[in-house]
């Protein structure tokens, strides 16, 4: 089929006018996809391919042959800057089409809001909470809204797939379905999906359709990458050349004693050197982070007198400040570097970007491929530095902190992907009580009164609740009509009750996602951002890049009152780290073991494969190349620290380590007189014995050769907060969430039976 002839005279118009002589492998893939099925579709093709156009040049031609009645495509995206960024592109494809493009979030004038009710039609594009609040308020209106709906598209699906976000997604689009009686087909895109199978699973759920998974050819990729590692503060490298026996490496940036720069912190002058004259990302992984990046990145500008070319954008700074920051970036005179997270991460175009830098290593590979793609755009080669950031260790520091974790990480998360094409797969088997929650609660504040059977129709039917059970629901209730959260009528209905209006009246309701109690900055009428944990008057709070001064703290407002002053502190907004896969894990060991594997080969050689590493990162990989050869590190589970000091590694990503935790201190610990128990998640374990490590080896094959009952892995009395509404649970619900639907128990079995069977002689080193 000739895809392009099948497009409307619009949409051919609007190819010719932009200058494209043929259509993209994903675009002609999914034309023939939407064109020619009724299936949902998930596209997935890396950054700036043109999956956007890909999906809606189809759907606005369908749109156009048979206008709908109402809304025709519902839009939803993860971030109000992807939404703001895609009308600005579907405004211009429809420009001249008679299809409307709305969009509706927190930001959006209420007499947009207002149009689009009197008159619905066209593209909605949405966020989940805005959703969200859009079926809890006008509940009604729904069916007017939507009764025509024929397309929902998932843009950034990938970002929806690993937490209650995404769960929220799927409940959302089911009820508004059932309320508006359509079934649109669903359109998924991302750049980085691992298992699509498992992912249009995802899509499809509650369909009754299936999901097409267009294969299309992907283009070789250019990619210009390199990683360097940093100590914050170098340790003398004469010194440490001659005690392994190495040339001496030169400090690229050894400056002269007059440089005001000479004793900065040596991985920030790098990026700041290096971002000079060109438009740069640099991510950090926490916005306290990304704070005190950019404060010191200022200063050193202020130091050597140039304009500050830095700034910065993240999720707690407000709105003018993101806005500004997107707005400048996109020119492609500016010459500026913002200083960012995960929030310039996902598909917003912000232009020509020469460069990204990304300070230690993200979580997933997921990120690093969504990070790398915000560069390379325009036909320019993708361009990445990874600056790697490490402590030195003390003189008597044990082995585990002497080992570089985060360049063993950078390295596996690139290797990964560049070996298998690996990227990690949505999480499955989880037990979403604290989503329950916040459905059970919006499905009744939204529909009123109903009976429990009625409420459990509704709410139980979702497709992401398919694993939980009637009698799990029936707790829920009963705890929620204790708490008042729910009460029951005269004639036996449920309504929402009085602590549940609280809940459900607040606008912070309206999201499922982890968040902590903030406060407004401001400085005179300036809105900076907001901060959790106001620090006391006449302190300092480090926001928007800079540092400010606590005036009033108006704690029934929560309201900060500032002013600016110079410096540089911390910043604290709540950040939580990411979880890691164990593949990931994995692959770091593999690095390790490559000090055995290849013997004859000298440490320079052995790292020479990598070819972005830079001078010190060779350095920095082969000398934990050749810890790990002489203590045994990546062949030894469990390595001696001295006396009856142990660390385990275990190689597990986050939530396998987690249960391992758990299995050594409940069930073999108090059998071998474990004392001293401490981890550094994911990497390893400390702890001390009063027995044999033999005889705590025999402990864990005895004990993991017996069934285990995930609930025996939780604490006494131990009420795991792990989702944004736990608290709201009842205590055998949020226990029994977090012992099936977290711990990873089948990667920790898996593993333990590994390290009580596995000897430590070479012959075994590739198991």
């Known amino acids: 089929m000739n895809v392009f002839s099948r497009y409307s005279p619009l949409i051919q118009h609007y190819i010719y006018e932009n200058g494209w002589t043929s259509l993209r492998g994903i675009q002609a893939a999914a034309g023939d996809a939407i064109f020619n099925t009724d299936a949902n579709v998930l596209l997935s093709a890396s950054t700036a391919s043109g999956k956007t156009e890909a999906a809606f040049f189809p759907i606005i031609t369908l749109m156009q042959e048979q206008p709908p009645a109402s809304v025709g495509c519902l839009y939803i995206a993860p971030l109000k800057a992807l939404i703001n960024d895609q009308f600005v592109r579907l405004n211009d494809i429809c420009d001249e089409s008679g299809i409307a493009v709305w969009h509706w979030h927190g930001d959006v004038a209420q007499s947009q809001k207002k149009k689009l009710l009197k008159h619905p039609s066209g593209i909605l594009q949405i966020t989940p909470e805005s959703l969200e609040a859009m079926l809890l308020h006008r509940h009604s209106e729904i069916p007017h809204l939507f009764g025509d709906l024929r397309f929902i598209v998932i843009d950034e699906i990938h970002s929806f797939l690993r937490g209650d976000r995404g769960g929220q997604t799927l409940c959302l689009i089911e009820r508004l379905c059932r309320i508006a009686n359509v079934n649109p087909r669903r359109i998924g895109l991302s750049a980085t999906i691992g298992e699509p199978d498992m992912v249009a699973r ?16 992907a283009a070789k990729a250019k990619w210009r990458l390199s990683m360097e590692h940093f100590f914050t503060i170098q340790p003398d490298h004469t010194v440490q050349a001659r005690k392994e026996g190495r040339k001496e490496l030169p400090d690229p940036q050894s400056t002269g004693p007059d440089d005001p720069l000479r004793m900065a912190d040596p991985a920030l002058r790098y990026i700041f050197d290096n971002t000079r004259g060109h438009k740069c990302l640099v991510f950090s992984n926490s916005r306290e982070e990304c704070e005190a990046v950019t404060s010191t990145l200022r200063q050193y500008c202020e130091a050597r007198h140039e304009p500050d070319r830095f700034l910065i954008h993240h999720g707690n700074l407000s709105t003018s400040y993101r ?19 995960s929030t310039l991460e996902l598909g917003i175009d912000i232009g020509r970007l020469e460069r990204a830098f990304q300070i230690d290593a993200p979580y997933t590979v997921s990120s690093f491929l969504q990070r790398m793609g915000r560069t390379g755009r325009r036909n320019a080669p993708s361009e990445m530095w990874f600056v790697i950031r490490e402590d030195p260790a003390e003189a008597r520091a044990l082995l585990p902190e002497t080992i570089p974790w985060k360049l063993l990480q950078g390295i596996a998360l690139v290797q990964l992907y560049l070996e298998e094409k690996w990227v990690e797969p949505p999480r499955t088997g989880r037990l979403p009580y604290s989503l329950l929650y916040h459905q059970t609660m919006a499905t009744l504040a939204s529909g009123g009164e109903m009976t429990p059977a009625e409420l459990a129709s509704r709410v139980l039917t979702l497709s992401y609740f398919r694993n939980i059970t009637q009698d799990d629901f029936r707790v829920l209730l009963r705890h929620l009509l204790k708490t008042d959260h729910i009460e029951r009528t005269e004639r036996g209905g449920l309504i929402v009750g009085i602590a549940g209006e609280r809940e459900v ?18 400085c005179e009428s300036q809105e900076l951002g907001t901060i959790v944990k106001p620090p006391p008057v006449n302190d300092k709070i480090a926001i928007a890049g800079r540092v400010w001064v606590v005036e009033e703290v108006d704690i029934k407002r929560h309201v900060v009152y500032c002013h600016p002053v110079k410096g540089i502190i911390p910043a604290y907004f709540g950040d939580e780290p990411g979880d890691i896969h164990t593949h990931i894990l994995e692959r770091m060991r593999r690095l390790l073991l490559e000090g055995f594997v290849d013997g004859d080969k000298t440490p320079e050689q052995r790292v020479a494969r990598y070819a972005y590493l830079l001078p010190h990162a060779r350095l920095r990989l082969a000398q934990a190349q050749d810890a790990a050869l002489h203590s045994g590190l990546g062949v030894k589970w469990i390595i001696s620290l001295g006396g009856n000091m142990y660390a385990l590694f275990p190689w597990l990503g986050s939530y396998a380590f987690l249960a391992l935790e758990r299995f050594l201190r409940l069930k073999c610990g108090p059998q071998v007189g474990m004392k001293g128990f401490d981890s550094n998640r994911p990497y390893w374990m400390q702890f001390t014995l009063q027995t044999s490590l033999d005889r705590l080896l025999e402990v864990m094959r005895a004990e993991i050769s017996k069934p285990i009952d995930p609930m025996t892995l939780l604490y006494p009395k131990e009420k795991p907060v792990f989702d944004k509404y736990d608290d709201r649970l009842p205590v055998e619900l949020t226990r029994k969430g977090f012992a099936y639907g977290v711990l990873d128990i089948e990667g920790m079995r898996q593993r333990v039976m590994q390290i009580v069977a596995m000897r430590t002689d070479k012959s075994l080193l590739l198991e």
Do not use: M, W
């Not at 995802?202 to 050819?217: D, F, H, K, N, W």
């Open 323 to 341: 806005e500004s920051a997107e707005e400048i970036i996109k020119r492609d005179d500016s010459l500026v570097t913002v200083c960012t997270t």
């Open 202 to 217: 995802y899509l499809s759920a509650g369909t009754g359709r299936g999901t097409v998974i267009p294969r299309v050819e």
């Open 505 to 522: 009246n607040n606008f912070k309701f309206y999201a499922v996602f982890q968040e902590n109690e903030e406060y407004t900055v401001r």
